[in-house]
């Protein structure tokens, strides 16, 4: 018998080498709902898994709370008990223009805006998708036919950071980097990818990244209106196609 791993309560031979990491665990069980032989089996603080199979493989779904230390904390574990290819399926608000709620993100890379990947590696690695995963997401996108952009996202630590950036002492610094982001033509804003990016490379494991667009900020200061849209649905069944096709 395995170790137990302290955090996501799983040991060796719980899982499968195919993971989709989720923030909230509520939406673990959507998820797996469109595994084969779905089953719970843990769960304990943010960090709950089902497993179950894609095309006959185990596979599993394990949820990491909300910002880059647990997400840090989630792949990692799952490392040490053998997944090897891992898939984030989150949300997002939309930065660029031309992201409307509704469409899909895929980060191919990420601003390291937040403070887990510098334990991981200098400010002037890039946090990278890993590329098999992106094809593989990109052939998905096409099969299920959803309006996805793929490039630059950022990846913050404080979600009222970007939402309410005035009240905060060092408005200034977050007003002129958002700017700058907008400029760049980042497409949209969240808060774990480039933790899990930077942590995959340094643990020696593949990560890609869905990011269903909740809002764009921007497009409704600009006075185009559009119903959020808080449907992960899409985003994960292409997280699923993707991990059919790699498989």
């Known amino acids: 018998m395995g170790e137990v791993m302290y955090h996501i309560n799983l040991k060796e031979g719980d899982v499968g080498e195919y993971c989709i990491l989720v923030g909230d665990p509520g939406r673990c069980e959507k998820v797996a709902s469109y595994f084969d032989e779905a089953a719970f089996v843990t ?31 989630a792949i990692e574990e799952l490392a040490k008990v053998g997944v090897k290819y891992f898939i984030r399926v989150g949300t997002c608000g939309g930065i660029n223009m031309d992201v409307k709620s509704g469409d899909l993100v895929v980060a191919t ?15 002037e690695y890039p946090a990278s998708a890993n590329m098999d995963i992106v094809f593989a997401i990109k052939e998905a996108v096409k099969d299920i036919g959803a309006n996805a952009h793929f490039g630059v996202v950022q990846s913050k630590d404080s979600f009222y950071g970007q939402h309410s950036p005035e009240k905060s002492p060092v408005s200034y610094e977050l007003l002129n980097k958002w700017e700058s982001w907008k400029r760049l033509g980042v497409l949209s804003s969240e808060m774990e990818t480039a933790a899990l990016y930077t942590v995959a490379a340094s643990i020696g494991v593949k990560c890609g990244c869905i990011l269903a667009v909740i809002w764009n900020q921007e497009r409704k200061a600009a006075g185009l209106y559009e ?5 992960t649905d899409v985003a994960i069944r292409t997280a699923i196609k993707a991990f059919e096709k790699m498989i």
């Not at 601003?111 to 590696?121: D, F, H, K, N, V």
């Not at 119903?227 to 449907?231: A, H, M, P, Q, S």
Request: aromatic share 6%; hydrophobic share 25%; net charge negative.
């Open 43 to 73: 769960s304990n603080r943010e960090f709950t898994t089902y497993k179950g199979k894609i095309k006959g493989v185990d596979v599993c779904v394990t949820s990491t709370g909300i910002g880059g230390p647990s997400a840090a904390i």
């Open 109 to 123: 890379s990420c601003i390291r805006q937040e403070g887990t990947s510098r334990e991981y590696a200098p400010l």
């Open 227 to 231: 119903e959020d849209n808080l449907d």
